[in-house]
């Protein structure tokens, strides 16, 4: 009948479900470049039939990466009502650091950029979307010093991540001692004027895709 929806069959809707989980699996523990005939053969599928799927990578990306980034937006508004503004920062920091930590494609995905993945992106940009008013509830109550930008804390989640990364499997939770190092330093009581600017919107950006 014209107009008329066509119902997945069952095998592929099965298959499509395998395909993520495994992909998942691989992405969190490899990062997202690994490699897609891997995500086939743990899947119990063809190649073929992954591409069926999902086209490209980032389609897997756009797939998986959304919900799991949701847990930005809800660190965000359990930091924006906090009885405590540096409690609130603190707490949104931890709370990112520790997805990343979880998840090695995550990591990637919350510091790198993927303009082909749109959803995910998307999520991401969702996530941070509350981070300015963090930090600016935070600087008026006088707990974090005045001069902590937006692009600072983009060079502080991009450099947690590296140490994450290169640490993960040697002494996965040596990143949360320098947390708390840096974390000391954003202090308003403990600042000192620093030399040197912060960078710009571009600049952070040119240096993310480097």
């Not at 920091?93 to 997805?99: D, E, G, I, S, V």
């Given at each position: 009948m014209a107009g008329r929806t066509r119902t997945p069959r069952r095998d592929a809707v099965a298959n499509r479900e395998k395909l993520l989980t495994a992909a998942a699996q691989l992405f969190a523990e490899r990062g997202l470049a690994a490699p897609l005939e891997e995500i086939?053969?743990?899947s119990g599928v063809s190649i073929g039939t992954l591409?069926?799927?999902f086209p490209t990578r980032e389609s897997f990306f756009d797939a998986i990466?959304?919900?799991k980034l949701r847990g930005l937006e809800v660190a965000?508004?359990?930091a924006l009502a906090a009885a405590d503004p540096w409690t609130g920062f603190r707490d949104f920091m931890l709370a990112t650091f520790n997805l990343q930590a979880e998840d090695r494609g995550l990591n990637e995905a919350m510091t790198l950029r993927y303009?082909?993945?749109?959803?995910?992106?998307?999520?991401?940009?969702r996530g941070y979307a509350s981070v300015q008013q963090i930090i600016d509830r935070a600087q008026r109550a006088g707990v974090l010093r005045a001069d902590f930008t937006l692009q600072d804390l983009a060079c502080l989640i991009w450099a947690t991540s590296r140490v994450i990364a290169a640490t993960v499997e040697v002494a996965p939770r040596a990143?949360?001692?320098?947390?708390?190092?840096q974390l000391d330093g954003l202090r308003a009581e403990a600042a000192n004027p620093s030399e040197v600017p912060p960078?710009?919107?571009?600049?952070?950006?040119a240096a993310m895709r480097a």
């Amino acid at each position: 009948m014209a107009g008329r929806t066509r119902t997945p069959r069952r095998d592929a809707v099965a298959n499509r479900e395998k395909l993520l989980t495994a992909a998942a699996q691989l992405f969190a523990e490899r990062g997202l470049a690994a490699p897609l005939e891997e995500i086939a053969r743990r899947s119990g599928v063809s190649i073929g039939t992954l591409y069926n799927h999902f086209p490209t990578r980032e389609s897997f990306f756009d797939a998986i990466y959304p919900e799991k980034l949701r847990g930005l937006e809800v660190a965000g508004q359990e930091a924006l009502a906090a009885a405590d503004p540096w409690t609130g920062f603190r707490d949104f920091m931890l709370a990112t650091f520790n997805l990343q930590a979880e998840d090695r494609g995550l990591n990637e995905a919350m510091t790198l950029r993927y303009p082909a993945a749109a959803a995910m992106t998307e999520a991401c940009d969702r996530g941070y979307a509350s981070v300015q008013q963090i930090i600016d509830r935070a600087q008026r109550a006088g707990v974090l010093r005045a001069d902590f930008t937006l692009q600072d804390l983009a060079c502080l989640i991009w450099a947690t991540s590296r140490v994450i990364a290169a640490t993960v499997e040697v002494a996965p939770r040596a990143w949360r001692r320098y947390f708390d190092l840096q974390l000391d330093g954003l202090r308003a009581e403990a600042a000192n004027p620093s030399e040197v600017p912060p960078m710009t919107n571009e600049q952070v950006a040119a240096a993310m895709r480097a």
